[in-house]
């Protein structure tokens, strides 16, 4: 999308140029329509809104990708309300939040914690894993370790009072078949890619996984290639949904994959989740969805079931928008 001041910067080139050379002006203005679109960021779901919020204060102010996907999304793992993100999150079968996260960065550095307990902020020991480790991924008490000797704070071990009824409610009705619900509603990972205003690309992801996994599960969001992916020389892409099918494709990778053969982000997420449909004979009992942005600044998202959304944040402002999907 062109915004309006990109479109008079863009008349304003082009008629000079007319006035100057004609035969010029074409290779001009797909010179222009190749610039990118920066700064952008676009997130999973609703609270993405918010998360996006915290990422375009970094932005706007010419600030790093890689910081803003990080700020962004401890936004959400902030909202206690949230029962998807941070420690706010339903638990695991045994009553335990576990928390998984991802962070990736232009350079192609990355970082992930996972099956980690009582840390606040996932993401950003998933940054300190990327920054201050030779290693990509750390997890369980592992990670808990390494967090504590970095500074992060313990938190007391206790599920909010809407997860701890929530969990009563499913321990009642799984008392005689106890296995993890993998269903279209008990998830909403936050997913954030962005591209700042040097142009370089940064993506994170941070959830407290499927409700009431079997403890020690680990999804698709700690999983570079499947929770989310970067390359800076084609784009980013990230994934929220039921984790063992995107692990199963490597979905965000292969998103990337699929643009950097031509394909624009949303038909690269649309051609992912077709390769996930022929890959998991389950497809039509849960969700997923793609996010990707590109090089150029473009977007585009797709989902499995009808009912993804994703914010999008330019300097158009910062908008909710529901996704394409395949089940319909
Ligand atoms: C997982 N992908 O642990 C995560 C859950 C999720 O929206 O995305 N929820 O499988």
Same mark, same amino acid.
């Given at each position: 999308? !062109?915004?309006?001041?990109?479109? @008079? ?7 000079? @140029? ?8 074409? #290779? ?15 997130? !999973?779901? %609703?609270?993405?809104?918010? *998360? ?23 936004? #959400? ?23 998984? *996260? ?14 980690? $307990? ?41 599920? !909010?009072?809407?997860?701890?009824? =929530?969990? %009563? ?24 890619? *962005? ?15 499927? *409700? ?27 994934? !929220?949904?039921?984790? $063992? ?24 997420? %649309? ?6 449909? =022929? ?32 914010? @999008? ?16």
């Amino acid at each position: 999308m !062109t915004t309006r001041r990109n479109f @008079l910067k863009l008349s304003a080139l082009v008629g000079s @140029l007319f006035a100057f050379n004609k035969s010029k002006a074409v #290779t001009l203005v797909e010179q222009s329509s190749k610039v990118a679109r920066k700064p952008i960021v676009i997130s !999973t779901w %609703k609270h993405g809104l918010a *998360a996006n919020d915290g990422a375009w204060k970094i932005l706007s102010a010419n600030g790093a990708a890689l910081d803003a996907v990080e700020k962004g999304v401890m936004v #959400t793992e902030d909202d206690l309300t949230n029962l998807s993100v941070g420690l706010g999150g339903l638990p695991d079968r045994d009553g335990n939040v576990t928390l998984d *996260a991802s962070i990736m960065d232009e350079k192609g550095r990355c970082g992930g914690v996972a099956f980690l $307990e009582r840390i606040k902020h996932p993401v950003s020991v998933a940054r300190m894993v990327m920054e201050k480790t030779p290693h990509v991924l750390i997890v369980g008490s592992g990670a808990q370790k390494f967090a504590l000797e970095n500074g992060f704070k313990l938190e007391p071990k206790k599920l !909010t009072a809407e997860a701890e009824k =929530a969990y %009563k409610e499913w321990l009642k009705k799984n008392e005689a078949d106890f296995k993890p619900s993998m269903n279209i509603e008990n998830h909403d990972t936050i997913g954030m890619v *962005a591209m700042d205003m040097s142009g370089n690309l940064s993506g994170s992801c941070t959830t407290s996984g499927l *409700a009431y996994k079997i403890n020690g599960r680990v999804g698709d969001s700690p999983i570079i290639g499947a929770g989310m992916y970067v390359d800076n020389e084609v784009g980013a892409a990230c994934a !929220t949904g039921v984790g $063992e099918t995107v692990l199963r494709i490597c979905g965000s990778y292969l998103v990337v994959e699929l643009m950097r053969q031509g394909l624009s982000p949303k038909d690269a997420c %649309k051609k992912a989740i077709e390769r996930l449909v =022929a890959k998991n004979p389950n497809y039509k009992e849960v969700q997923v969805g793609f996010l990707a942005i590109n090089k150029k600044g473009e977007h585009g998202a797709f989902a499995l079931q009808k009912g993804f959304n994703y914010a @999008l944040a330019d300097d158009t402002g910062n908008k909710l928008y529901d996704s394409e999907y395949f089940c319909k």
